[in-house]
């Protein structure tokens, strides 16, 4: 990734974590709508680091926008900034990085994208992934179309321009029934807030009240619980909604399919004072802990998580077990720039900028560090380092997900296939080669078990997309495909 | 506090915690000695989080000096700043807020201090709080003294320019005989790394083996675990050691006293992972938190901590009670400025911005909130507001530490008196303005038990340092009893 | 104006001159092409002083480009953002502010401005401006274009992406026949550099030669000599350069028109040490100066020239009149930003940050002020506030140029006609208004004649655009006249 | 020298011209005192480009002091410095580099100075050279004072705190009763402005009145003109005044000894527009070039200044001999930093940044070039190689000041000795050199002449300190004598 001055650079998580693509969030109906769009991006930062945006209009000042790269607390609670963004109607959008871009992000990548359109302009803010946005994006410039960006959302807009449509709310559904992949979209006109999903539902997209006369649309709950609104229920899969005063209207645009919610929310992506299915999402992966220390029990003296992911699963999996739950690695909380290293090098430098193992409490102990995934590898191996030199007995790690064997299509940053080291290992491999005494990762069964599937994955229709997991991608990845990526094949 | 552009804020916790000022960290015989320093500060953030500085010697560069406001990884890993701070022996300081300084710090408060004297150079490192600065001050500006900065820990700097001692080493025990009051200090000259504690011992300070050749010298352990420094031993109350090539030479220049080490370092100032009186700080606070159990039990649903700093005594109390522990509340781990506020204002926003409650975990449940200390009260009360807002069905606060009546002038930012609620206050009165079910602190034997006294606190030979509690300070405070503070009437 | 933060800004100029809109610089075959854009940018600056861009091509980086706000030598002078900017063949722009743009100009405004077509990029600067973008933008919009900013110029991007021409080149033309106006463009493709003026010719573009292998273009020939290369020739009216290796092609792809240069450029705009039509513009203002010296001959003890653009004039009038050459009034050279006026206000404090009389020496004296020109006329009256309070006994105003009564619409930022001085006042009034004891301007015939064409103006085929003095436009102002402005009638 | 980021850089400035290092500002009886500071500094800039400090006194708010790095205009306009800085009473600095730096000036070697005093603060601000200063700082810190910064100006401070008088004017009587060379000081205490010159007024100093109830002192008049000030008087050589409410005192602390003030201020230091002896410094440099043309004349066919300071000069060169004037070389108003130069190089590219020549006036012709002084010569070579390069038939350099043989002590920034190129080169060896037709130096007597001295140089009391002419030091260099400089020995 491009290092990009004056932004914070978490180094661990970086090496070795699948990354959410994005958050979005909109609001209408309130005064200084940016202020609360600001509030709510802070809310879903855990879902891109990298760089946020706002758009809001003003029957005066028209439409505004300020894109950044850097933390929204960095950004968006500069008055100067914000004395910009007036209005009370307003969307946002923090992001990871794109895929497309080779490497780099530009500002111009930075969403919401804006239009002018001949009956007025649009803005859009989009979650997810387009599977064939190569091909849309080649046969669009073919016919006059300048790309800004080198993001696939920005096909969305050009798509919304040349409809034919009268109205923007119907050239979005012009424009989306076009595309293939994944989208939670958050978008707006001049009056208007509308929020989409597709069809299957891959990423989340949820409603809140905002007072007497306010609405919000947002990634996740947590973000409505920062301005104070009221959860009103999850924009289903496939659904459009179109807010304007008062009335939300519903309507089904797209073809009907099966919902396949991402199951890597419920592990990692969201955040665990989230609401998702009607359960905390802590509680789902405490429940994780659970189900992992039926199957994968183990006989030593501590439970501690790898903060701060892995602590949910880690309480559960101690409240199962009877062993003592401990913080026996501390996470640093002032983290971010990469110091210079000394000459004589430190060992594992990186990790110990983040984590300090608790060497008093470890001396001795036979440990179950608790992780949320693996997906190259590399930073279980230094905590293992780390627990071994600070003298624990016994090293054995639990993993609250299965095996990442495939990647993502539909807005998670994966490693290549080659990379991911349950692609090319099996769990005995992975275990010899992080160097512990054991490891376990939970089943897919238990996953499901965990998210509320009291019998297990039915492999027939699966509830949740899986395919990091299983293979089984539920949209196919075209422009991949056209790439030459191999496909699992059915057994 | 001034507000320092650029500097990120830590609303919650200013407003509703006892602060530490200073963290103190040197090192000798190494190459590229501000790298270390700089990690040593970056693990010592905690205990200052305002601003630091770094000052390094190299025989061809003399003496350098780099001092900024704001946090150690936004400062000191820039190479253009580091690479001004050569050399082989290096100190360095981070800072909340000076003593003295009415209200703004400015860059020229920020230690080390250096003078240059006729024996060559030296800096000085202060962590701790001079209770006769006023007076001496007064003294030293009649003399012709010229002070640089409203910091008291200058004075020291003074008393050594005017020494008739001819080694720097010397000077500096001729002027820390003048001083009363706390401290723990690290000093360089051209060739000497020197450590010094006070009589009473009331900071920590920590000597470290860096390889074959280098020593450090630390507030606490965890910052020689970020270096890779094996942990030797305390610096002992009166000690001071002289580091100079692979020697190391102890004296003790001061009246012997008796040890009084800070008890609140172990309940809330020093990091988890450090080890203090050979035990784990963690494993003391979760004992905190057993003893709580103990003491004053409920019925209750769930155990939660206020995040973070409640963490290891929930757990002990979880542990204890057999009640589960469980994540109530969820801290962002985005923080840091403030946004701006719609017109709409959000209730409580200032808290919202770094905590937020697990909604669906909590609603309907008995709660107890396990919290390290209550100073003003005002953040407890928002606590409280959120929880019960989420649906909770009673609300249980129980305090790791004893009631916090009296101001610490020692080196911690306390509030006037007046403005304690335990100085005012009963305990049922505070839970009643709370407005909680209940409220209980730990007591003081309790807290002594958990902190390795067995019998408890020996009233006539206390082996902490708890003024702030107890109101019996071990250093009459001469400035402040100057200015009409009234010390607590033996009873 | 906007107060873009960081930007400095000339006060005076500001509020009382015609300004130039753009600067446009090219080069072709020479390493590290970003580097000479810059100088060439720099040398251009007085075209444009409120942002700068330039677009790089390399064969293994892409198109890159890097587009800021403030001066040249803040931006371009970054070994971090050259580094962005690699390759052989690069275009350059410098702009004021843009038609169009109501008000602020944000950086999306700032060219290059970039497209990526179906046969590859492009990259096009452009210096003028078009009289029929607001209809042009209408009809793309409608179309299913998504302009990215406010500025006219994107016109010709949209219009080449719609082009059904297989080489950029012949897009170039196909678009530029859609357009209306003046212009003189540099653009670029991944091989090509390439140069067309207007049929008119109203902007200057000229062609250099780099070394042996290099080629540049420029909007002055100031910017050539900056980088070392050698004046080959002007690009003609109607002219379009299709630089490739060593080739330059020529074509004409527009219908044949008059020649009809802005004389502005000859008065003000252009740098005195360019050459225009083969003569120094140094020359060509002195010989203005000399002919308003026979037209409007006083009796007087000294010619002082307004610094800094009057002073070739006053040197003219001096030398034709045989009164002496006096600096009376000095520039400071540090100007820039506004200063926080004390609450006892200084009068004149805007003028007084940027020029000062040389009090010892005017007072008493009759002095002649030469200046380039008279906008809104305000500052007239300041300097003359300034002339008079330091003494002098009489002052009389010469101006360089013809009373300016009528606004530019090819790419010269002045006032609303209402705004003009001269549009409401004969010159007896302008007089008065500003408060002198005489004030006269060259004639347009004497101006002609100044600038090499001995026999003045010719009435049916004058050879310059001199519309601000004349009110005859060369090509009729079509949105304007949308708009409602209204022509002169022919008398 | 250092480069300073966010400073800006006079390339050519720097390589080849004498520095002036210093310009002071004081200001009492106004409201927002440091507005009017920061206008007479901004006024000053000429004397020193590098740094900027102000210090102001209010009742309510105490001393306060901004000392920053660049230019006035980037630091001392903005809202939030100027916010910091109330009160009635101010006074400022402007500097170039320290005098007993090694290289890079620290922001701690900025002043004012400011010191405690058990009877109160003062500050001061100090323009010239103290030559005892080395002497007088081992003796200082053999006492016990603590140096912050590398000046020599901080001296007088701790002199100031070790005197035993009891009101602040006396403490600095009896400090500069100790300190040798030249000095103007402003100073200030809560309550008073003071100014002072050395017994042989080396460096100017000048005193205003601004409206009813304020007074100003400056360097220079022009600063006094910006603020709307009006010239009272100078301060004479060996005088106090110490200004409060409406009363001016005067008083004479040191041994009375001839006036020597600075004849380079005259020659170039000075702004041109700044009155001395009652004449405008502008007319005295053109009378320089009317000597320099009686005693040095040469057939040619236009003289043409080296801008800017050669301007005046060449304007009285003209007006004697003839010959027209012309603007041969343009400067670039854009000036700044370095521009990264192509791999290809430039020649002379420095010299391009800044000046370019008037090429098609200059073929051909024979040009005689007035420069105001030639220190090392280098950048005569490069004007020198541009003009012939622009096709001049003949160059004709003349000096309007004698050769610069000897270092200035008096706080100007000369080369070392060995540096200067007439210590070591005839006229006719430098002319050589140089590479032109012709060159001459005005005589010592014909710039006695110029300065109003109309029988010359009075070799027994020579009305000026013109030590880098002659070698003739008015006051011992005593520390640089004891590092071995070797004074010229009488003839």
Request: proline letters at 5%.
């Amino acid at each position: 990734m491009r290092h990009v001055p004056g932004t914070p650079f978490d180094a661990l998580q970086d090496g070795d974590k699948l990354k959410e693509e994005c958050g979005v969030f909109g609001v209408i109906g309130v005064a200084d709508a940016a202020n609360f769009v600001a509030l709510g991006l802070h809310a879903l930062q855990h879902r891109g680091q990298e760089a946020g945006g706002i758009v809001t209009y003003d029957p005066e000042q028209g439409f505004n926008s300020a894109r950044r790269f850097g933390y929204v607390r960095d950004n968006f609670t500069r008055a100067d900034v914000m004395a910009t963004l007036p209005g009370s109607l307003g969307i946002g959008h923090v992001r990871y990085s794109t895929a497309g871009s080779k490497g780099a992000t530009a500002i111009r990548d930075v969403q919401p994208f804006f239009g002018e359109f001949a009956m007025g302009g649009a803005a859009i803010a989009h979650n997810g992934n387009l599977t064939n946005a190569a091909a849309l994006r080649r046969e669009l410039i073919e016919r006059g179309s300048i790309f800004q960006s080198s993001s696939d959302s920005e096909c969305i807009i050009h798509l919304m321009a040349r409809s034919i449509q009268t109205s923007i709310a119907e050239r979005i559904k012009d424009a989306l029934r076009r595309v293939e992949g994944a989208f939670s979209i958050v978008a707006m006109t001049r009056t208007k807030l509308i929020g989409v999903r597709d069809a299957h539902g891959v990423r989340p997209l949820v409603l809140g009240r905002l007072g007497d006369s306010g609405w919000c649309l947002s990634s996740e709950t947590c973000a409505l619980d920062i301005v104070g609104a009221e959860f009103v229920r999850e924009i289903d899969p496939g659904e459009m909604v179109v807010i304007e005063g008062n009335k939300v209207i519903s309507t089904r645009p797209f073809t009907p399919a099966q919902s396949r919610f991402c199951i890597f929310e419920q592990v990692y992506f969201s955040r665990p004072d989230s609401i998702l299915g009607g359960r905390s999402v802590y509680e789902t992966r405490r429940q994780i802990g659970v189900e992992l220390a039926k199957e994968a029990p183990v006989d030593a003296d501590l439970v501690c998580p790898v903060p701060d992911s892995g602590t949910p699963a880690a309480i559960g999996y101690s409240q199962q077990s009877g062993i003592p739950y401990a913080m026996g690695i501390i996470r640093n909380q002032y983290m971010g720039r990469t110091f210079i290293e000394p000459t004589e090098q430190i060992r594992n430098m990186g990790v110990r900028l983040k984590l300090n193992v608790n060497r008093a409490l470890i001396q001795g102990k036979r440990v179950i560090l608790v992780d949320d995934s693996v997906v190259r590898g590399t930073t279980s191996r230094k905590i293992k380092d780390m627990i071994l030199d600070a003298g624990a007995a016994e090293v054995h790690f639990r993993i609250a997900s299965p095996p990442t064997a495939w990647p993502c299509f539909y807005g998670v940053d994966t490693p290549e296939r080659s990379k991911l080291l349950a692609a090319t290992m099996t769990e005995d491999e992975m275990r010899d080669w992080i160097g512990v005494d054991s490891l376990k990762f939970i089943s897919l069964d238990g996953l499901y078990r965990a998210a509320g599937e009291s019998a297990g994955r039915d492999p027939k229709a699966p509830r949740f997309c899986d395919a990091c997991f299983s293979g089984e991608y539920p949209v196919a990845p075209s422009d991949k495909l056209a790439e030459g990526f191999e496909m699992k094949v059915a057994e």
